[in-house]
Each structure stands twice: as C-alpha cells, then as structure tokens.
C-alpha cells in the first residue's frame, strides 16, 4: 500500500531526477521541508521496500520506484492542467491545488481527466506529462552541465515559483535569451554567464534550474 | 501564516502613509530617482543633494532610502534615492523597498538612471516605470564609458523611442546633472508635460511628433503593447480597473500599469485588490482575461509581459546604438585574473591578508593614538567637571557612562569601525568584492551561504559590529541569521587583544594560535548544523558583476562617512547606558554579588579565580576590557602589584580564560545591531548559543589539561 507520504518522497525524487539534480537525503528535506532526521528515516524504509536505492553517494528510484513516482506526477500534472483549462484557477495555484488531488485520484477519474483535457503532454508549467512523452524536439540541458565557453539559449526555467521568474525576468534570463558560459568555478561553484553586456555570476543550483538549447542560435 | 497577515498590515497602512508622514515632510516638487546597481544613482544623488541627506526604513525590507534636497536658481526639490534594483517586481528586498518608496513618496517626476554600456537590460526598468504610468526623465550615464568601450547611443532616437527626455551625464565628472535638474524640474511643474507643453526650451531632445506609441491626454508617458491590452480592452478589464481603482490601488497608478501588475501577479497588488469590494470586482475581470490570455497564449501572461518588455528593451537599444568592435581592454583581462581559479585564488588570500593586516597594524595604532589621546585630554576634563558638579559616589558612577563609556564607543568605532568602512566602500566600488564573492561560494555553501556572505565575515574579524550591518547584504532572513551568528562567533580586533595579551604573553604563541583554530572550528561547526537544522534552503547566488572601476575618492570618503555615523549614533548610547549601569554595580560593591552564583561554573568547572569570573562579566560591555578589569579587580583582591597575570593565574587557568573571552558573546554593542537586524529573539537565543559554547569548551579544556 503506498501511502500520500510515500507517494509525495517519491514524486519529489522523480522531479529531482528529472530535474538533473542530485538526489540526496539533504535534497529531499529541503524540498519538502521536513528535518534531516525524519527524512532519513523515510528513506531508509524506502530503500528496504526497494522503491529508491543507494548509488554512489547519492540515492535513485528503483525501476518499480520510477514507475509509481511517474503515476502520481502524471495525476499531478493532469491535475493541474484541469485545474488551469478547464476550471480556470490562476496558474501560480494550480501547483498546490494539485498536490493534493495527486494523492486521491482513482484510474478511472485520472482517464477522464486526460480526456477532458485533450490529452495534453505538459501541464501549465510546460513539465512533461509522463506516459505521454512527445519526441523531444531538441535536447535540452541545464545551464549548469556547460562548459567554459559554450554558448546556448535559454528555453525554460524549471521552477515555478512566480517571484524567481519575475527577478530572472528583470535580469533579462527568460526564455529566447541569449548565454555564453564564460568561467565555471570549480569544486561546485558558480558560473560567470554573459548576457548581453552584463555578467551575472549563477549558483550552480539556480543554474541547474535553467534548461538551454546548446548552440548560438 | 503570520507573515501573511504581517503583509496585510503593512498595505492597510501603505496608503494610510501615503497621505500622512510624506504629506508635510518635504519642499518642492519631488524627484525619486531609480536605477539599476551600480549605474552611478548615488553619485548623481550627492551631486544633486550635497550631504544633507537623511535616510528612512521601509517594513519589510532592510534597505534604506535616503532623502535630500536640491536646489537649483532658488528652487528647491526633494530627492528620493531608491535603492538599486533590476525592476519593480516584489521578488526581492531592493525591488520591494524601490517599489514602495517609489508608492509612498508619488514623485513628481522620476529621474531613471541609465547604464549607456548596457542600455538594453537598463531600459527594461524604465519601461515598467512607463508601465506604471508614472513621469519619466531619463539620465544616459556613463556615456565616457560606453564610448571607451566601442558604444555610441543616439539620444535624439532613444528621447523619441521612449517618447520622454533624455539627458546624457558623466555623473563622476557632475556633467549633464544640472542640465537633469533643470528638465526634471521643468517636467515636474507642467502638469501637461506630455501633452503640448513639450518641445520648449534647453533646447534638448524632447518626443516630439513621430512618437510611435498612441497619444494621450494629461502627463502620461507613451504605453507600448505588450500583446495583452487589446483583450484587456475588449473584456472590460482595464475599464474594470479605471472605474475602481481610487478605492483600492496606490495613487498615482495608471489602469494599465495596475492590469500589468496583477498579470505578473504581483503580490502586494492581489492583497491591495482582495482588501476591498471594488477591487475583488476588479480581480474577477482580471482572472478571466488570465485565463483567456493563458489559453490563447499557451503561456502564463507573466512571462509573455516580461518577454514583450524585454524584447522592446532590445528593439530600442538596438535601433538606439551604433557598436564599434575594439580590442580587449585592461579592464576585461583584470577581471579574467581575479575570476580565474588559478590567479583568482591567490589573489583573493592576498587581498583578504592585505585587509586584515591593516585593519590589525593601523587599526591597533589609531587605537593606541586615541586612547593616548582620550586620557590626556577629554578624561581629565570630564573628570574635574563631573567631580566639580557632583558629590563623590555619583561622580564616580557618571564617569564611568560618560568618560569610560565614550571612550569605549569611539575606540573601538574610530580606529576599526571607520578603517574598516573605508576599506569596504574600496573594494565595494572597485567592483572587487564580486570577484571574491564568485571564487568564495562553493565554500559559503557548505554553511548555507553564497558567496555575498564572504565580506560581512572578513571583515568580522575587525569588528563585529559593522560586519552584522554588512550581512544585509544577503536577501533571506534564513542566510541573514547563519551569517551573522557566524559574525559573532568570528575573533574580533578586541579579542585578538585579549589572547594576544594574555595567552600569546605569558603561556606562549602555539596556544594563541590554539585559541584562534578552535574559534575557526567552532564557527564551521555552528554553520554546518544551522545549515541542517533552520527550516528552508541555502541562500542561491544570482549576482551581476560589474566589470572593475576606478572608483572617484570623493564617493569613498561620502560612503565611509554616512555608514561611519549611522554606527556611531546607534551604538554610543547603548555604550554610554551599559557603562553607567556597570558603574552603578561597580561602585555600590554590588557587582560582588554575582561571584556567589558564578563560582561554581567559574572556579568549579573552569577552574578559573572568582575575579576572572567577574572579569568575564565586565568583557561584555567591552571585550578588551575583560583582560584589563582581570587585572584591576585582582588589585583590589589580591593587593600589590599584580599586573603580571602568572602571580595569581596558572597556564591552564590563562589559557582557558582567553579561551571563553573569545568565544562568548562579543559585546553590547554587537548585541544592539544584531537586535536590530535579526530580532530580539534571535538575538537571545545567539548570545545563549555563544555562552553556553563558550562555557562547555572553556570547561572541557579545563578538565582535559588537569589530567595532562
């Protein structure tokens, strides 16, 4: 029986891989706000269960883990977008509202929902809509995975909260931008990016937030 | 939840402030002037204004605004200065203290200040201040810049594209600043500046004609379309938001500006708008045109606004600039030096080494001077004075506040507080701090900070006071916390004192350094686990960095000074006021009660003499005093002479002592900013955190060197 608990570990794991960042017990309690210590307990019942594994440090999803995590992120989503299409609630709420109907929808209501909707293959966000994959056009990659002196366009930003995007916005980092990486600090540093005829010096986290298309044009 | 109805509060009284304090506080028309960082705003503020400038705190922020007058062939304005910011969006602590000033003060007119080298992020402000439908003179700056760097702007063209004034400024030089008074004074006093009174006088570029945006009546600047107005006219929504919006909005807003702002979904607004009837009437035109725009956009509206603008930004700059391509200039190539790891790192030490020593060499000789100084001169008058007007025992009690108090205050303030602002405002201006902010973060992380954090630390090691002031740098309240807990915990000047006079004298220089290694490890340690235990998650460095300058003294002695007085003026009283209060214990032989509770962590746990423990007492008003109060109560204990610590006092017993000084709570005066800057709480739960580390360590080496 996977419980909303259970369920919630495992759809934040899946949107740190998804995400590309590193899946660790510290990752987990950031996102979900919860202490060190209750986290790692979780996990620990997680991994005996077989739906996360240990590897190299770092924690992943187990096949079967993959599988129910890519469930409640397709209800997640589904959710949202039905929340946004059809009901119309803003799009800066949809991302709560959600998160709860993630835990309680039954496969019944979930299909419906995917009708009702036009089947969709993102949700309002732009996220993938899992089980529904469109061939990815171009390949995309955090900002952070560049190397020095690579250029790229900016075509997303990962995170949803609405003040990130407008600061990234006043900077001129919205998608169409047009980066070159010029120095990566080294042991996880930061990147120095050039913009236009500004630098700005980016985490390597909130770089890892900013999905690019390689390349100058 | 509670910060939440905290906000409300605040905008309940947003427009209630409006009105109120700005109404009677001011002469003339007022000017706020807005920029991005490091545009030369200030330099042109000081230029305008002189130095009669006060400065005000808006809630929820810890930026401060500061206020002056200007004046020009006997007219008189008020200045604003708006803190640096990007844009107006409420996503960060400038951006929401630029935004409200900018609402509370409702300026006549607003001077933006452009970077002429990097015009195109510079515009994308100016046009959400034209969004607003607020006045706009523009100041083209740092055009001798942009022209050495290969850039040539047509401000004739860019006066027409933004279809208000333009005025090109050399603000370090003052050129062009009188001419910007002259037609922001100008602008402000014709109440229909963008109508027909444009066009006279000075001869400059006013949008005359051929302004490519629609034409509207009174003094509302030109409005671009950013692809969602013409729905917002069909659906009713910015009829909606003109019918109500003198019942909930900010005066001084335009329709459009407030339809903008409730698509980016603006915090503050949504709660303006929730607060009253008409405003939620409002709101439910403007979810359906979100809804509409969503769909039809496939994009939340947020974004196609802050794309549009952008893209405007770009057009105008574009068509507004001729690039000349040159060779790499110095500048460039010091940068890459000081960014580099291989160069940057050794640089940065040295740097930092630099810093250190002459914080340590000149600060310890102005120390030395002024207390020389103090004792010879401004002492001996007080205390004939006071004695004069007094009878004894009071007497006594008042020189300690007034005489040992100032002196405390200003000793420690002029030669370290004001050395260290000097050099700040050095490597602030210079644009160095970025680079070191950049090579520092990877190892700022580990505790929960990013880079930005690294100077407040630094310069910790002068003086905690000013280093506390120097984590505002920071934007959450979380990393604010971390990084001034570890401020508190870094070895100030004073008690580098401390150990140097007592441990480095008389047990031997191994030890001293002991001392510092184990403060060191006390402060990872303390980082790391604050960064496990708070709520939230590390701080995220996003952070322009500017290409390095020559920065103008003039603007180094300004800053120095403004930031050297506000410290004074804040902690001089509380000085004063725990010195007489130390005093009063003092002189009644009250202070002696406090040995009886203290014995059994102090000689007991410590191992240390009764007077120590007192001593430790007295180091909070002041951490150099600790040693010299060991010295004077064991006078008064022990008799003779006693200034050689080893008469009473074993190696164990100094060692441990210079120990707990230097890692419990610094001082008085640290206690009174921090409680200004993180709360009293807070503030408590540092100071038990530091005294309760401090005795536990101090103990346990206690305990550890009796059985060696």
Redesign the interface.
């Known amino acids: 029986m996977t419980t909303p608990a259970v369920e919630e570990y495992l759809a934040v794991s899946f949107r740190l891989q998804e995400e590309g960042a590193p899946l660790t017990v510290?990752a987990l309690a950031?996102r979900l706000?919860l202490?060190?210590a209750s986290v790692s307990l979780m996990v620990k019942r997680l991994v005996q269960e077989e739906l996360l594994e240990r590897c190299e440090g770092e924690l992943r999803l187990t096949a079967e883990g993959e599988r129910r995590a890519a469930e409640v992120v397709r209800r997640h989503r589904l959710a949202e977008r039905f929340l946004?299409?059809v009901l119309?609630l803003?799009?800066?709420d949809v991302h709560d509202e959600a998160g709860r109907w993630e835990h309680v929808l039954s496969p019944a209501v979930e299909e419906r929902l995917d009708g009702v909707t036009g089947h969709p293959d993102s949700c309002?966000?732009?996220h993938p809509i899992p089980g529904r994959e469109a061939a990815v056009a171009v390949e995309l990659h955090a900002l952070s995975s560049l190397d020095a002196g690579e250029r790229a366009v900016v075509v997303q930003v990962r995170r949803e909260e609405?003040?990130?995007?407008?600061?990234?916005?006043?900077?001129?980092l919205?998608?169409?931008?047009r980066v070159l990486v010029e120095?990566v600090?080294?042991?996880?540093?930061?990147l120095?990016v050039r913009?236009?005829?500004?630098?700005?010096?980016?985490?390597?986290?909130?770089a890892g937030q900013i999905l690019v298309r390689k390349g100058a044009r | 939840m509670s910060s939440c109805h905290q906000e409300a509060d605040d905008l309940q009284q947003l427009r209630r402030r409006q009105r109120r304090r700005w109404g009677q506080s001011h002469d003339g028309p007022v000017i706020a002037l807005a920029g991005n960082p490091n545009v030369g705003k200030s330099t042109i503020f000081n230029h305008l204004t002189g130095l009669h400038v006060t400065t005000a705190h808006y809630p929820g922020t810890t930026v401060e605004v500061a206020i002056g007058s200007a004046r020009l062939d006997g007219r008189v304005a008020t200045v604003v200065d708006l803190p640096g910011s990007y844009g107006l969006g409420a996503a960060s602590d400038d951006q929401l203290a630029a935004r409200r000033a900018l609402l509370e003060t409702r300026p006549d007119i607003v001077i933006v200040i452009l970077d002429a080298s990097n015009l195109a992020r510079n515009l994308y402000l100016t046009l959400e201040l034209l969004d607003l439908g607020l006045p706009v003179v523009v100041a083209l700056n740092l055009i001798d810049e942009a022209g050495r760097s290969g850039i040539q702007t047509n401000v004739k063209r860019l006066s027409e594209a933004l279809g208000v004034p333009v005025i090109p400024t050399v603000a370090h030089r003052g050129q062009g600043v009188r001419a910007l008074l002259a037609v922001a004074l100008q602008e402000a006093a014709s109440p229909d500046g963008a109508g027909n009174g444009r066009g006279r006088g000075h001869g400059l570029h006013h949008g005359r004609g051929g302004r490519r945006w629609q034409h509207r009546r009174g003094r509302q600047p030109p409005a671009p379309d950013y692809g969602v107005e013409v729905e917002a006219q069909a659906d009713g929504s910015l009829a909606a938001l003109e019918a109500t919006k003198h019942e909930w909005a900010p005066e001084g807003l335009s329709a459009r500006g407030l339809l903008l702002l409730l698509l980016e979904r603006d915090e503050e607004m949504w709660a303006l708008a929730r607060g009253s009837p008409a405003g939620q009437e409002a709101l439910q035109h403007v979810e359906a045109l979100e809804q509409q725009l969503g769909r039809m956009l496939r994009q939340p509206p947020a974004l196609v606004i802050a794309g549009a603008r952008h893209g405007l930004a770009a057009s105008i700059a574009a068509n507004c600039q001729r690039r000349m391509p040159l060779g790499r200039r110095l500048r460039d190539q010091l940068w890459r030096y000081a960014t580099a790891t291989a160069t940057g790192i050794p640089i940065a030490l040295a740097v930092l080494a630099g810093l250190f020593a002459f914080l340590y060499y000149v600060g310890n000789f102005l120390s030395i001077q002024f207390d020389r100084l103090w004792s010879a001169s401004a002492s001996p008058v007080l205390d004939a004075v006071t004695r004069f007007l007094l009878p004894g025992q009071a007497a006594d009690v008042l020189l300690w506040g007034i005489d040992a108090g100032i002196n405390a205050s200003l000793a420690v303030g002029i030669p370290y507080v004001l050395t260290f602002y000097f050099l700040l405002a050095v490597l602030e201006d210079t644009g160095y701090l970025n680079a070191v902010a950049f090579l520092s973060d990877s190892l700022m992380r580990r505790v929960g900070l990013h880079g930005q954090a690294l100077v407040p630390l630094i310069s910790g090691a002068g003086c905690n006071v000013p280093a506390v002031i120097g984590t505002r740098v920071l934007t959450s309240r979380r990393e604010r916390l971390i990084a001034s807990t570890l401020v508190v915990m870094t070895p100030c000047s004073a008690r580098t004192a401390v150990i140097m006079g007592s441990a480095a004298r008389f047990v031997g220089l191994a030890p001293a350094v002991a001392i510092l290694g184990v403060a060191t490890l006390l402060m990872a340690g303390t980082g790391i686990a604050l960064n496990r235990l708070l709520p939230g998650r590390p701080g995220e460095l996003i952070m322009e960095v500017f290409p390095p300058r020559r920065p103008p003294l003039r603007m180094i002695a300004v800053k120095t000074w403004f930031r050297f007085k506000d410290f004074v003026i804040r902690a001089t009283p509380i000085v004063i006021v725990g010195s007489l209060v130390m005093g009063l214990l003092y002189e009644t032989d009250a202070i002696w009660v406090f040995t009886r509770p203290l014995s059994p962590v102090v000689e007991g746990w410590l191992g240390l003499p009764a007077v120590a423990g007192l001593a430790l007492v007295f180091g909070i008003l002041r951490k150099e005093l600790a040693l010299q109060f060991l010295v004077a109560l064991a006078l008064i204990e022990y008799g003779g002479n006693v200034d050689n610590l080893r008469l009473f006092m074993d190696p164990r017993q100094i060692f441990v002592f210079a120990l707990v000084t230097t890692i419990y709570f610094p001082c008085i005066a640290t206690a009174t900013v921090l409680g200004r800057e993180v709360g009293w709480r807070s503030t408590g739960a540092i100071m038990a955190l530091t005294i309760g580390l401090a005795v536990l360590v101090g103990g346990a080496a206690n305990q550890v060197l009796l059985r060696v």
């Open positions: 510290a950031q706000s202490s060190h946004f299409d119309g803003a799009w800066d309002p966000h732009g609405t003040s990130l995007l407008r600061y990234l916005a006043s900077l001129g919205l998608p169409g931008a120095q600090a080294p042991f996880g540093g930061p120095l913009l236009g005829s500004a630098r700005y010096a980016l985490g390597r986290d909130m």
